[in-house]
């Protein structure tokens, strides 16, 4: 026959024998119990054992708190590539030191034009009472001035003297005038563009052929 079953009484005694030797009792097993929020409502644990928000638990680090799986972030504003950038700032280089050569190229024409109607004033001021052009003089003398060709009208004394370097002609507001070489020295140091005629005495008639009277220019060319 089976024995009899143990009671409370002397499972009871059990334990305060095993006590009594050192043993301890066995906690009762905690279990985890629920946060709750302010509503007093628990808050539903994810499956894994994480806080919800996140595979990490740690406040929804690994994903942002109410994404669901899959579901992209808003994408940040992206940033220009390096090469776009850098290419933009050389042309804004590019156009600025256009602008500023731009800008140096007129003042320098601005300070050129002003030379220019200085040197004319000094000039005026020292052809006065030199001016040597005969109205009665009938021989037209050609030269090459500017790419084009001009004359001047001496008498026969003065083609000598113009033929030999002792005159000169300097050309001033449109008209050519007729001066001694000392005069058109100076105006040479003063404005060296208004020399229009500066005979070398020692020119050859293939490098001068206009020297010769009897060389005529028809009146269509002359300029």
Same mark, same amino acid.
């Given at each position: ?32 119990q629920?946060?709750?929020?302010g ?10 054992g ?37 290419? %933009? *700032? ?7 030191? $256009?602008?500023?050569? /731009? +800008?140096? @190229? ?40 500017? %790419? *084009? ?7 026969? $004394?003065?083609?000598? /003297? +113009?033929? @030999?370097?002792?005159?000169?002609v ?40 206009y ?5 005529q220019?028809?009146?269509? +060319?002359?300029?």
């Open positions: 026959m089976p024995g009899p079953r143990p009671t409370e009484d002397m499972t009871d005694s059990l334990r305060d024998q095993l006590l009594t030797l050192g043993f301890k009792a066995p906690e009762p097993e905690r279990r985890p629920p946060r709750r929020d509503g007093g409502k628990p808050r539903p644990q994810h499956p894994s994480n806080r919800k928000g996140g595979p990490q638990g740690q406040g929804g680090r690994g994903r942002d708190a109410g994404q669901k799986p899959g579901q992209r972030r808003d994408a940040a504003p992206q940033r220009k590539p390096a090469s776009e950038m850098d290419l %933009g *700032k050389a042309w804004a280089l590019r156009a600025q030191q $256009e602008k500023q050569e /731009r +800008l140096e @190229a007129e003042q320098r024409r601005q300070e050129e034009a002003r030379q220019r109607r200085e040197a004319r004033a000094r000039l005026e001021e020292l052809l006065k009472d030199k001016v040597l052009n005969d109205e009665a003089a009938d021989i037209a003398r050609h030269f090459e001035y500017g %790419g *084009k060709i001009k004359r001047v009208y001496v008498n026969a $004394e003065q083609l000598r /003297r +113009l033929n @030999a370097g002792e005159l000169g300097i050309q001033l507001n449109g008209r050519y005038i007729l001066v001694e070489g000392a005069v058109l020295a100076q105006a040479e140091q003063i404005f060296p563009q208004a020399v229009a005629l500066k005979v070398d005495p020692n020119a050859t008639a293939e490098e001068d052929p020297a010769d009277p009897r060389y220019v028809p009146d269509d +060319l002359v300029w």
